[in-house]
């Protein structure tokens, strides 16, 4: 399992309008092949900045199966729009207690 994290700052002001776009886009990243889970997380301290935390099967399942796909075209349609610049985007894996 690969854990993708995305830290996305928000344009002042769009801070719902994103929520709204990720709730609708939700589906089409949740239903990739290869994707277990998705969470979206917001920022306390900083309102405008969230945090999108995806379990993959490997990196090739987001690499290959969503973002060469036609699903992150409509992904990026939705919240793009909303972004105050590119996310910052890794892959991570667990360490073994």
Do not use: K
Request: net charge negative; charged share 20%.
């Amino acid at each position: 399992m690969v854990l993708e994290v995305a830290l996305i700052d928000v344009l002042p002001g769009h801070e719902d309008a994103f929520a709204a776009a990720y709730a609708q886009g939700h589906p089409v990243l949740a239903g990739t092949p290869g994707c277990r889970s998705v969470r979206m997380t917001r920022g306390i301290e900083s309102p405008t900045r969230f945090v999108l935390l995806v379990e993959w099967d490997s990196v090739e399942a987001h690499e290959e199966n969503f973002r060469a796909s036609e699903r992150f075209d409509q992904w990026r349609a939705l919240i793009g729009p909303h972004f105050a610049g590119p996310p910052l985007v890794e892959h991570f894996i667990d360490v073994p207690a």
